[in-house]
Structures are given as C-alpha cells and as structure tokens.
C-alpha cells in the first residue's frame, strides 16, 4: 500500500509497545493530521508518545486537514483527531486509514474508506514476518488498549494455526 493516514490510536499503541518502526516498512507514505499531532503530544498521553512525537522521523508526513464547508452529519459525535483522520484520508485518495476507534471506523467505511487498526496492523506485519503476532498481543495487553478478550484470544489461535501449517 502506498499511502495511509494515521489516527491516534494505532500509533500511540505501537509507540507503546516498539512497534512503530513497522509503519514505514509496511507503507510508502505515512500522513498524519496536525490535529492527531497535537493528541499524541498532548499531556494526556504516555510520556514515551510525547517523547516520539516531539521528535518526528523522516517517513512521517504531518498536514492539515481540509476545512469542511458546513458540517458534516455523518462525522457527528466523532472525535476531533478521528474526524480530521477521515477528511484527511478522503481527500488524499488514501490507500488506508488507520484507525481504532469503532465509531470513527463505521463513519470511514460509510464514506467508502478502507480502514484497519492496531491488531490489522500487527497481523499484517506478522504475515510479512515482520513482527511475531502473540509477543505483539502480549504487549498489547499491558496497555490500555481495549478489545474483548474473546475476540483477542480468537486472533492469537488464529495465528497460531497459521504458524502450524507454514
């Protein structure tokens, strides 16, 4: 994939874990909002964020996001850094979103957007071998990352039956 647009979420998560360096390996270009720049370099977030953010590596792209005429109705309720991801992503022809939240997912697949998150990420980098998926998920799991534990548990058999047949 050529180019993605990235929310909070999934690289506040792969800061966390050390799992940021998969992004530029994964993807040509990586495009942030400066609204999600200002989240991960708000006081709010993990020192190791601020840290990361404050010092940006070369392969990442921060821009504005395009100043929507009016509201739009289908991105109300959606956090600032969401929503700016998705009219980022729109405008930019974006191959990929990256993005967690499951409000901000549903309104970016209605526009038509191809979005994953953390785990789609880690599964992707972990199918390439790039990254072992259950050390990526324990990690995971000392965060605040939410997901049901069922969902969770049924990733990790999955990719444990995948590794028995490789």
Known sequence: ??????????????????????????FERVVLPTTVQGELASSKAPPSVRHWIADLPAW???????LSQGEDASLKGIDAGEKAAIQLAASLHADLLLMDDRKGVNAAQKKGLRVTGTLGILDLAAQRGLADFAQAVEQLRQTNFRIPHALLDALLEEHKEKKGRA
């Open 60 to 66: 990442l792209e921060v821009c504005e996001a395009p």
């Open 1 to 26: 994939m050529r180019l993605v647009i990235a929310d909070t979420g999934p690289l506040n998560y792969l800061i966390l874990i050390g799992h940021i360096d998969l992004l530029p390996v994964l």
